[in-house]
């Protein structure tokens, strides 16, 4: 059973930083790619940034672009999120997820299988 237990989330002033940690268990993390989304009340899953199994690619949405650096060290089987000048529409609840299928990145939620928990970030004014 995979299991994805995120952590790092919390209460930060405007253009602080945050970094966030994903912690994978119950296969070969470094065969899959892993990816982090956000979720704000009444709206969908956003994809906020995701890494193939190789660390060569990534992707990040566009209103991260340029502030937020995800990376993985697949001795620790963690996958992490660099957060910098966070502004307040980041506030959300932030997820760690990865796909049955491996290696490659997706991009829309629906082709994710696994899911951690959730870690609120909430970046005040």
């Known amino acids: 059973q995979v299991q994805l237990v995120e952590s790092g989330g919390g209460l930060v002033q405007a253009v602080g930083s945050l970094r966030l940690s994903c912690v994978a268990s119950?296969?070969?993390?470094?065969?899959?790619?892993m990816a982090w989304f956000r979720q704000a009340p009444g709206k969908e899953r956003e994809l906020v940034a995701a890494?193939?199994?190789?660390?060569?690619?990534?992707y990040y949405g566009d209103s991260v672009k340029g502030r937020f650096t995800t990376s993985r060290d697949n001795t620790k089987s963690t996958v992490y999120l660099q957060m910098n000048s966070l502004k307040p529409e980041d506030t959300n609840i932030y997820y760690c997820a990865t796909r049955k299928t491996p290696w490659y990145i997706a991009r829309s939620a629906a082709q994710y299988d696994y899911w951690g928990q959730g870690t609120q970030v909430t970046v005040s004014s």
């Open positions: 890494i193939d199994w190789t660390a060569t690619n990534t």
């Open positions: 119950g296969r070969t993390f470094s065969s899959f790619a």
